[in-house]
């Protein structure tokens, strides 16, 4: 089972994502089920380039596996999932798929723990990822310089040499964020960025995750209704596995069906 | 301006030059005392001391390369005596074919063995064994390609934790069972002994004992330096951060299952270089090198020494190894609990092993001169 691949000697070519239309990431017709559960439905979705969207649903209703897709950690049942026009996300591993500038942050923050803040951020950086150019490689001033301006986009200048276990909960979520901009992705998938964070925190995350959209598409998992209110210019609920909804902040509020779904049909009922 | 670059240099290569000198002095010593003085002398050191400290070294480099899996990439391999055992064999089959027509039964092409069984020839796979650098090639290639087959199938198929560690352990207890065999044409239960000769110098002579200690030596000194030089790359981080997160690094473009593979096969080749140098000097390879318990020793090693630690790895297959040969001379049954117990003990008392307690007395040292002499500024200011 030797993929393309397969070999650490092979150097890979640089994949870009056609954006010609103005769409990033298309994932079309998507059904993913796990023993019979449906966990996504025929669930489609357009993301514009440098947009910055919100994905919002209640437990279940397929946000993670969603992001799982997408990164290559689980094959979907039937469906189309493609980055840019051109580029098939099905056909590639996670490691593909990170490299052709899809980032992942995960819902618990996950960092090298026994690494510096630095050295977190030098593994990121984006570049050959095999093996004997690792062992052998230098940073240059460049990266140096890169990192630098990464650790003050974070704000954790003064932490760099602190080991990553080291850090607050709150500094963990940035560093992981700051790792993903590391790797210059085209697309970041952030999984529920402020789960746990303080209320200074929140809002030093919402001003970071704004500030990177346009330059980059961001597409953000939260529950934190506060959270997505003050961020998002375009919200997506998800239920039972497809799209519910669509639309801005006052629109979803508005929309009967979310309404119905987040209210409860007891009201109806009643 | 030479403390300070004496510094620089410590700060660069860390505890290289330190681990490096000892060995040379030890070897030096050894060696000078062993052929220079006769053996009234007090300052005497027998050539069972000398084969004694050359069977240490090679536990030590084996402690390197099982440290080298499990204290940087995690993974738990309590197989690594397989890896041992096969570059043991395959310097094992080399000496045995320079016995030639000195065995019991004088056949010039066969070994012993193969003349009781009544074999006609070598079988295919001894094809070349009479060859010095043959032998070298197998040496690294044997362990090498089990240790790429094995852990390209475990860590392509991502198996990883408990379940890893009992597959190597599976692996092993297998291939000690088939060499159990006569019919696998490795000597069966008595492995492969009786040596006389490597590159044409008695086995038996001080100074190939000694020449063969100092190889050990030396082979131990350029495997800490491969080590030091593999976990301070960018690789060895990317390592690190696998044993961390594995998933992470997956997720930011790594392929953590190539990297295992590649430290994997490095490691197993390092620990057949220790089987091959300790066979000469042993004069023995049977299949119980291949025992589980073996492996399961290996790990206390680094354990006791410090997980994650190049030096501390050689220092705790050094301690072990030393207390066992201490031990098993009072009293032999009782090692196994003494093993055990020292175990134990570490893991409550010493976390990170020797290697880990060390710094930290130092760091409380500073300390507590730091806290004294800010009380004595703060009394010296109440005074004033």
Redesign the interface.
């Known amino acids: 089972?030797i993929n393309k691949?397969g070999s650490?000697l092979l150097e890979e070519e640089n994949i870009q994502p056609d954006t010609r239309h103005g769409v990033i990431l298309y994932v079309e017709d998507v059904s993913v089920s796990f023993d019979g559960f449906k966990a996504l439905n025929d669930l489609s979705l357009y993301i514009n380039d440098g947009e910055l969207r919100c994905l919002i649903g209640a437990n279940g209703a397929g946000k993670t596996t969603l992001m799982d897709v997408i990164?290559g950690k689980t094959r979907p049942d039937v469906g189309k999932v493609s980055f840019g026009q051109q580029v098939n996300l099905l056909d590639m591993d996670?490691?593909?798929i990170?490299?052709a500038g899809i980032?992942?942050k995960?819902q618990k923050p996950?960092?090298?723990?026994?690494?510096t803040v630095f050295?977190n951020l030098?593994?990121?950086l984006a570049g050959d990822?095999?093996?004997w150019t690792?062992?052998?490689?230098k940073l240059s001033g460049e990266q140096k310089d890169e990192i630098d301006k990464i650790l003050q986009t974070i704000g954790l200048q003064k932490e760099r040499f602190m080991l990553a276990g080291a850090l607050s909960h709150g500094q963990k979520q940035w560093l992981e964020i700051g790792?993903l901009l590391a790797?210059k992705p085209r697309l970041l998938l952030v999984d529920e960025p402020v789960a746990g964070m303080t209320a200074q925190e929140t809002e030093r995350t919402a001003e970071l995750l704004t500030s990177l959209a346009g330059e980059h598409s961001v597409v953000v998992v939260e529950h934190d209704m506060a959270f997505v209110r003050s961020i998002a210019r375009k919200v997506t609920v998800l239920h039972q596995g497809s799209v519910l909804a669509e639309g801005s902040m006052s629109e979803i509020q508005t929309n009967p069906e979310v309404v119905r779904v987040y209210l409860g049909e007891d009201q109806g009922a009643a | 301006m030479i403390p300070q670059s004496i510094q620089d240099l410590f700060k660069k290569f860390g505890s290289l030059p330190v681990v490096v000198g000892c060995l040379f002095i030890t070897t030096l010593y050894v060696s000078v005392c062993n052929l220079a003085f006769s053996e009234g002398s007090a300052l005497h050191v027998s050539t069972y001391t000398v084969t004694l400290f050359g069977k240490y070294l090679c536990y030590a480099l084996l402690a390197l390369a099982v440290d080298l899996v499990w204290g940087y990439c995690g993974i738990l391999s309590l197989g690594h005596g397989a890896f041992f055992a096969l570059g043991g064999y395959a310097m094992g089959m080399y000496l045995m074919r320079q016995i030639g027509d000195r065995g019991v039964y004088g056949n010039p092409e066969l070994p012993d063995f193969m003349v009781f069984l009544n074999w006609e020839s070598l079988p295919w796979y001894w094809a070349g064994s009479d060859s010095f650098i043959w032998m070298i090639f197998m040496v690294l290639a044997g362990p090498g390609l089990l240790a790429y087959i094995f852990g390209s199938m475990a860590f392509?198929s991502r198996v990883s934790g408990v379940y890893l560690s009992i597959m190597t352990q599976a692996m092993t207890y297998a291939l000690m069972l088939a060499f159990f065999r006569n019919e696998m044409g490795f000597g069966g239960n008595n492995g492969l002994t009786d040596f006389k000769d490597i590159l044409g110098f008695s086995l038996q002579s001080d100074t190939t004992r000694i020449v063969l200690f100092a190889l050990t030596a030396l082979f131990l000194a350029l495997g800490f330096a491969l080590c030091h030089f593999?976990v301070n790359?960018?690789?060895g981080?990317?390592v690190?951060?696998i044993?961390?997160?594995e998933?992470?690094?997956?997720?930011?473009?790594?392929?953590p299952e190539?990297?295992k593979v590649?430290i994997f096969v490095v490691s197993a080749m390092l620990a057949g270089i220790a089987g091959a140098m300790y066979v000469p000097q042993v004069g023995i390879i049977n299949p119980g090198e291949f025992s589980p318990l073996n492996s399961i020793e290996m790990v206390i090693w680094v354990a006791i020494g410090g997980r994650g630690s190049l030096y501390g790895a050689i220092i705790g297959a050094l301690v072990v190894s030393y207390a066992k040969t201490r031990f098993t001379a009072i009293m032999p049954e009782a090692w196994l609990y003494a093993l055990g117990g020292l175990f134990v003990l570490v893991t409550l008392l010493l976390p990170k092993g020797i290697a880990g307690f060390v710094p930290s007395v130092l760091d409380k040292f500073k300390q507590a001169k730091k806290d004294k002499s800010i009380a004595e500024k703060r009394a010296a200011e109440v005074k004033s």
Do not use: C
């Open positions: 089972m691949a650490p990164t996670e490691a593909q990170a490299r980032g992942r995960f996950t960092v090298f723990e026994m690494l050295e030098e593994l990121s990822k095999g093996i690792n062992l052998f490689h790792m790797a | 392509r593999i790359s960018k690789m981080r990317v690190t951060a044993r961390d997160s998933s992470r690094v997956r997720f930011i473009g790594y392929k190539h990297y590649w």
